[in-house]
């Protein structure tokens, strides 16, 4: 498996309040991404990173913002968790400027009440 | 706009019987089309990458196809598992770079 963590794991918060996932890759890859799954949707890009300090917007980026200070760290911040926000959430990594070949983290089920 | 569908939504196979699952995508200007893998409570698992119409890729039971408007994911002779949820994605057209559209994905069930 591509060395790629995500924490927590799993997470419960309250409206209102911030939230920060954490992925974490011991592959030295330059692509990272964090993604939402959620039924009906499928996979959804919120933002990407494309080196240290590199970062876009995706699909679905309101509400979300990201930091990557590190190759190996790649933050995912909630501002001001909603109840829309409780997804699965994805971190990826990959080597490929396509970005067709990802690795993904076990994924972090956050739930915002 | 990029557009990737897959169908059926979710196919139930018999062990042993053959079936195929498809992603057409409506990109212009194709850069490659991915497959994955996912099991519940996972994260995907890359599979195989298709460059070029005419191409196709084969990991253990399961064979990948490309035309010009759609993959093809060949399961032959399925094992219970096999079961789980097969992606297809294509890259944004619009950048030059490391996006992925995917599609919403094929759950498939196999029984012994």
């Known amino acids: 498996d591509a060395g790629i963590t995500q924490s927590p794991r799993h997470k419960v918060t309250e409206t209102g309040t911030p939230v920060t996932l954490r992925c974490h890759q011991t592959?030295?890859?330059?692509?990272m991404y964090w993604y939402r799954q959620d039924p009906g949707h499928g996979l959804r890009l919120i933002h990407y990173s494309y080196g240290v300090k590199d970062t876009d917007k995706g699909e679905v980026s309101d509400g979300y913002s990201v930091s990557r200070s590190k190759t190996e760290d790649f933050l995912l911040t909630l501002e001001s968790a909603t109840s829309s926000q409780t997804s699965v959430y994805f971190c990826a990594i990959s080597e490929s400027t396509l970005g067709g070949e990802q690795y993904f983290g076990p994924g972090t089920r956050l739930t915002v009440t | 706009e990029d557009q990737v569908t897959q169908s059926p939504e979710a196919l139930r196979l018999q062990e042993g019987e053959s079936s195929s699952l498809n992603c057409s995508y409506t990109v212009s200007g194709l850069r490659g089309l991915f497959w994955y893998r996912q099991d519940p409570g996972k994260g995907p698992e890359f599979l195989f990458t298709l460059y070029s119409a005419g191409e196709e890729k084969e990991k253990e039971r399961l064979k990948a196809t490309l035309t010009k408007k759609e993959s093809f994911l060949h399961i032959t002779a399925p094992k219970p598992e096999d079961s789980a949820t097969y992606l297809c994605?294509?890259?944004?057209?619009?950048?030059?770079?490391?996006?992925?559209?995917f599609g919403a994905g094929t759950q498939v069930v196999v029984t012994p």
């Open positions: 994605a294509v890259p944004s057209t619009t950048d030059s770079w490391g996006k992925l559209q």
């Open positions: 592959e030295n890859h330059r692509y």
